[in-house]
């Protein structure tokens, strides 16, 4: 396995200005640095419900090559989610990748607006592959998410081998998001690090 794309809860993190942003970076520019440095992105439900077809568009040119836009669900499918997602897929095309659904009342279908779906959830399982981590099950198309990535490489490495171990073998590749309240991103850099070493 060869691409293993590590990537993180969102890329607008007042945090990161100075730290992984450039101190006078403007907003509009950070999706074009994230991208340089990372490949997929978990977008946070709140953020893309209220993006315009304009700024989607924006978004599309931001990002070059091959990357790929992941976006959080939470808890059930509203007309206006819907709505929401077949503008997304429509102006994002192949660069829409999945749906991250995180819920504990709401079984999703595999697929919403034929876009593929992964559940993170302690009491629900959608069928086929599955991986269970910091006590949830991540179930549907294989996806790899923590809320709370440590900073011990050790620990790191057997994250990655652990998720890395229920791919299918013909699977090419999968997204591994970090996410949290704050995340740490020498944590993260480290962890990409870590699954290029091992050949990820």
């Known amino acids: 396995m060869d691409n293993l794309q590590i990537g993180t809860f969102g890329w607008l993190h007042e945090d990161w200005q100075g730290s992984f942003y450039p101190d006078d970076m403007p907003e509009e520019w950070q999706l074009d640095y994230y991208s340089n440095a990372f490949r997929v992105v978990l977008v946070p439900q709140e953020q893309w419900l209220n993006l315009t077809e304009e700024e989607l568009e924006e978004y599309a040119d ?3 090559g091959e990357f790929a836009f992941y976006l959080e669900l939470r808890e059930s499918m509203s007309p206006q989610k819907q709505q929401q997602l077949g503008l997304m897929k429509h102006v994002l ?3 829409l990748s999945g749906v991250v659904v995180f819920s504990e ?3 999703p279908d595999a697929y919403l607006e034929d876009v593929p779906v992964t559940l993170v959830s302690e009491s629900l399982v959608l069928p086929g592959w599955q991986w269970q981590a910091e006590g949830k099950m991540i179930s549907g198309e294989p996806l790899g998410f923590v809320g709370d990535l440590q900073e011990s ?3 790191q490495t057997e994250l990655l081998k652990s998720f890395v171990g229920t791919l299918p073998e013909q699977l090419l590749g999968a997204p591994f998001f970090v996410g949290g309240d704050v995340i740490n ?5 480290n ?3 870590v699954g290029e070493v091992l050949g990820y």
Not at 185 to 189: I, K, L
């Open 62 to 64: 931001c990002v070059e």
């Open 93 to 95: 095309g192949s660069l």
């Open 153 to 155: 490489g050790k620990w």
């Open 191 to 193: 962890l990409k690090v």
């Open 105 to 107: 009342s709401w079984l």
């Open 185 to 189: 991103m020498s944590r993260v850099a």
